[in-house]
């Protein structure tokens, strides 16, 4: 199963107003990372935290990681119609080589 | 700059004809590359990745093959397409060793999306 799970799978907003989206995991990890895709494109990579920080900025995305919930979230405050596209929590760990991804959560921000 | 080329960007192919889609990465050498394959509206599934030339793990047990012929070269390959095989092929690449892939972001190509009719 997926080691990560975005909450919630699609989010509706109005240009301007913040939009917060919430992955869980289940295991230990070592790091979290959040990407964004646009439709039909790749992924881009927007932040990397790693499990000793609890959080981190970059921009107009905040990003927060609870190891003891297990949880993660991303905040993109004060959005733009531009923000448009699928968010992707990924998780690392040192016992996996792999990133395992979450399968999304769509934003939606209306002009 | 770094930059990774996929293509093409859409494919159509009928069950049981064969398949080569190709990744090129520019302006790093030695990168780690991975396949991966995303279902519509749901998340990447690790299919392949390789750590150099000739050197190739597989993740899912499929009729899919990787190649990498050249250091900066990736090729995802079928004989015989089955319709399951639709879906997005993303490649991506790394400056990390798989082992330690968490610690640094993947770089995705544009995908190319594979209908099998």
């Known amino acids: 199963s997926q080691q990560g799970e975005e909450d919630p799978q699609a989010l509706s907003i109005q240009e301007g107003e913040n939009a917060t989206m919430n992955c869980s995991y289940k295991t230990s990890i070592n790091n979290l990372q959040w990407y964004r895709q646009n439709s039909g494109r790749g992924l881009v990579h927007l932040i990397l935290?790693?499990?000793?920080?609890r959080e981190k900025h970059s921009g107009r995305l905040r990003v927060t990681l609870d190891t003891s919930k297990k949880s993660s979230s991303l905040l993109i405050t004060a959005s733009r119609a531009a923000d448009t596209a699928s968010y992707f929590c990924?998780?690392?760990?040192?016992?996996?080589?792999?990133?395992?991804f979450g399968s999304g959560t769509r934003l939606l921000v209306r002009p | 700059s770094q930059t990774i080329h996929q293509w093409p960007a859409t494919l159509v192919q009928p069950v049981g004809s064969p398949l080569s889609l190709e990744c090129t990465v520019e302006g790093t050498s030695n990168p780690n590359l991975y396949w991966y394959r995303q279902a519509a509206g749901r998340g990447l599934q690790l299919l392949f990745y390789s750590v150099g030339i000739g050197q190739i793990s597989s993740e899912v047990p499929q009729n899919l093959s990787a190649s990498r012929p050249q250091d900066r070269q990736f090729i995802l390959s079928s004989k015989k397409l089955l319709l399951s095989d639709s879906g997005f092929y993303l490649c991506?690449?790394?400056?990390?060793?798989?082992?330690?892939?968490?610690?640094?972001?993947?770089?995705f190509g544009n995908g190319t999306r594979l209908t099998v009719t």
């Open positions: 990924a998780t690392g760990m040192d016992s996996s080589y792999k990133l395992i």
């Open positions: 991506a690449w790394s400056a990390i060793r798989p082992e330690r892939a968490w610690r640094s972001p993947l770089h």
């Open positions: 935290i790693r499990s000793n920080e």
